[in-house]
């Protein structure tokens, strides 16, 4: 039986449990890894519904400029990328050789940090349009029925392209506004009850 962790946008834990649910069934074409440095890192796919991504990443070990990058492809389809390159040389050192020992773990462990970053955006933007649709309702007494869509590109016109680009971060952003949305018009009725 697979184990699914519901991940909410803006939930960091939530997404690091299933990274580690995610590490211990994942799969990489390793080849020889002191020599290689392409990787391709497959999660079984129950694990990659959950965290909005294609099964699938791309790790790149550069020996020479001591970064390792990853590539992968959300579920919206949008391509995604991360890097880590440490500035101290030693560091570097130590980066590439992990990544090369432990693909999967290297991978698993920038995904995370890419996930919370656009999990983290997509929380910014829907506080803007909340605080838009908030001031809204206290100007004109009105509610906080909104559909959550209208609301970003009424409130959010300097993210419009950004969301345009990409489509899952306005998906994480829209589910995150219509959970706040809910919360504030339900307040809003006991209130005025």
């Given at each position: 039986m697979t184990t699914k962790t519901s991940i909410t946008a803006n939930d960091a834990t939530a997404i690091e449990a299933q990274i580690a649910i995610a590490e211990t069934r994942a799969t990489c074409k390793t080849g020889?890894?002191?020599?290689?440095?392409?990787?391709?890192?497959?999660?079984?796919?129950?694990?990659?519904?959950?965290?909005?991504i294609k099964p699938r990443l791309v790790i790149h070990v550069a020996d020479r400029q001591g970064t390792v990058d990853l590539w992968y492809t959300a579920e919206g389809g949008a391509m995604r990328g991360i890097s880590a390159e440490p500035?101290?040389?030693?560091?570097?050192?130590?980066?590439?050789?992990?990544?090369?020992?432990?693909?999967?773990?290297?991978?698993?462990?920038l995904?995370?940090?890419?996930?919370?970053?656009?999990?983290?955006?997509?929380?910014?933007?829907?506080?803007?349009?909340?605080?838009?649709?908030?001031e809204n309702v206290t100007l004109n007494r009105s509610d906080y029925l909104w559909d959550p869509a209208e609301a970003l590109s009424t409130y959010c016109e300097d993210h419009v392209q950004e969301l345009i680009d990409d489509p899952d971060l306005k998906d994480m952003a829209v589910a995150i506004l219509q959970r706040r949305l809910d919360a504030a018009q339900g307040d809003l009725v006991a209130e005025r009850a």
């Open positions: 020889m890894a002191a020599t290689r440095s392409r990787f391709a890192v497959i999660l079984d796919a129950g694990d990659a519904v959950p965290l909005r500035a101290e040389p030693d560091r570097q050192a130590l980066l590439v050789s992990h990544a090369r020992r432990n693909p999967i773990g290297a991978a698993l462990d995904l995370r940090q890419d996930l919370e970053r656009v999990a983290g955006r997509a929380e910014e933007i829907a506080d803007e349009a909340f605080e838009g649709v908030d």
